[in-house]
Structure formats: structure tokens, C-alpha cells
Nanobody, 122 residues
Framework: QVQLVESGGGLVQPGGSLRLSCAAS????????MGWYRQAPGKQRELVAT???????NYADSVKGRFTISRDNAKNTVVLQMNSLKPEDTAVYYC????????????????WGQGTQVTVSS
């Protein structure tokens, strides 16, 4: 099973930057896609950015141009660089890992990290 640990959250002023990191362990060979989601109070969890093992990147429209996701397959890590932060970016950010498992790799899965709080406030 894959385990994910996030770090790097905190409090930052509007316009500031934060760098979130996620380290994967366990059945890391089964991971295809890693990414970041976020969830604000009273709102659904939403995609922020994803990166496939082949390097394809996907960003939510709300963060494109401000956030950058990077993937290091050798280190089994994914990083989210967040610049020009806005109050509406305030949320718990979760690292995710998607992949396959089991005999013949027939079962798809998604794993979540524990979440890290990002608060953007003056």
C-alpha cells in the first residue's frame, strides 16, 4: 500500500508563496499519477494539479499561472510551488497518488495524504 506524507503548509500573506512537498512510500512502483487537491470548509475537495509518471501536467484554471507542480519519480516525491497566493487559496491541501494494484494490476486505487493547512490572510 502507498503512504503519502505532506509538508510545507502554513500561514502566508496574500501575494506570498509556499512550497508543499509530498513523499510517497510503500508500493511506489504501482503509482501512475500524483497530484494535489484542496478542500476549504463547506466546499468539496477539488483538483489543484496533477502529474503523471510520464510527465504530463494538469492544472485547475484557478491556479494556472500561479502554481507549479513538479514530480521526481526517482525520489517518489511531488512538489507544489504556490506563488501569488490569494485568500481563496486557503484550504487543506492533500497529496494524492493514483495507480493500480493486485494480480494483473487490475484494481485502480487512490491514496491520500493526511493533509496540510494553507492559510492566506493579512
Amino acid at each position: 500500500q502507498v503512504q503519502l506524507v505532506e509538508s510545507g503548509g502554513g500561514l502566508v500573506q496574500p501575494g506570498g508563496s509556499l512550497r508543499l512537498s509530498c513523499a510517497a512510500s510503500g508500493s511506489i512502483a504501482s503509482i501512475n499519477t500524483m497530484g494535489w487537491y484542496r478542500q476549504a470548509p463547506g466546499k468539496q475537495r477539488e483538483l489543484v494539479a496533477t502529474s503523471t509518471s510520464g510527465g504530463r501536467l494538469n492544472y485547475a484554471d484557478s491556479v494556472k499561472g500561479r502554481f507549479t507542480i513538479s514530480r521526481d519519480n526517482a525520489k517518489n516525491t511531488v512538489v507544489l510551488q504556490m506563488n501569488s497566493l490569494k485568500p481563496e487559496d486557503t484550504a487543506v491541501y492533500y497529496c494524492s497518488a493514483d495507480g493500480v494494484k493486485g494480480p494483473l494490476s487490475r484494481y485502480e486505487y487512490r491514496r491520500w495524504g493526511q493533509g496540510t493547512q494553507v492559510t492566506v490572510s493579512s
